[in-house]
C-alpha cells in the first residue's frame, strides 16, 4: 500500500489561536445575557471547540456528537450515521454545532436539521474551515475559522484514514 504524503504547512496553531479569540468576541456579541451550548462533533472538532469554548465568555454547557459519513475515502457518502447522540436536552436552548469542516454540507445540514427538530432555540454552526468548492446542499454557517480550496485537509484534528488529527497545524494531502 502507497504512503500518502503530507503538504507544507497551510495554517499555523498561531493563526488558529487568533481566529478562535476572533469568533468567541462574535459569539459573545451575538448570545450577551444568553445561555448557550456547544455541540462538539466528534472527532475532528476537538481541538478546535477547546479553542473556541475557552474565549467565550458566557453561560456554557457543552456537549458532543459523533456522527460517520465517510469511511477510510476521501469522497462524502451522502448518508448520515448517528454513532454518539447528545447527552442532554437542547429544548428552548442556543445551540452552536462546532465541526471541522463544511465540505458537501450534508453532515451539517443534517445536524441542524435534527437540532431544530428537537426545538433547539436557535441552532448556528462554527466551523474551523470551509470548503465552499465541495458545497452540495446549501446551507448556512454562521462562523468560519478558515476557508480553504478543493483540497483533502488534515491536521489540527482533521483525519485521513483516522491518522494526523494530532499535527498542530493545517495540511493537505499530495495528490
Ligand atoms: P460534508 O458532510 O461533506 O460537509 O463533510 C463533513 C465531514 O467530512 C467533516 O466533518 C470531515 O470529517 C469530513 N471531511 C470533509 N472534507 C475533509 C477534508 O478535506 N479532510 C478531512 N476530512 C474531511
Ligand atoms: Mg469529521
Sequence with gaps: MHKETVGTVMITQEQI?????????????DFAGQEVILVGIL????????????????????????VSSY????????????????????EGKNVIIVEDIVDSGVTLN??????????????????????????????????IGFTVDDRFIVGYGLDYDQKYRNLPYITYLED
Design 110 to 143: 443534517y445536524l441542524k436539521g435534527y437540532m431544530e427538530n428537537r426545538d433547539a432555540k436557535v441552532v448556528k454552526i462554527c466551523t474551523l474551515l470551509d470548503k465552499p468548492e465541495g458545497r452540495r446542499v446549501e446551507i448556512d454557517v454562521d462562523y
Design 17 to 29: 489561536n487568533e481566529r478562535a479569540v476572533e469568533i468567541g468576541r462574535e459569539i459573545e456579541r
Design 71 to 90: 469511511g477510510a475515502a476521501t469522497k462524502t457518502s451522502g448518508v448520515v450515521k448517528i454513532n454518539k447522540d447528545l447527552d442532554s436536552p437542547i
Design 43 to 66: 472527532r475532528g472538532a476537538v481541538l478546535w471547540m477547546a479553542d473556541v469554548m475557552k474565549n467565550v465568555n458566557l453561560d456554557m454547557t457543552i456537549d458532543f456528537m459523533a
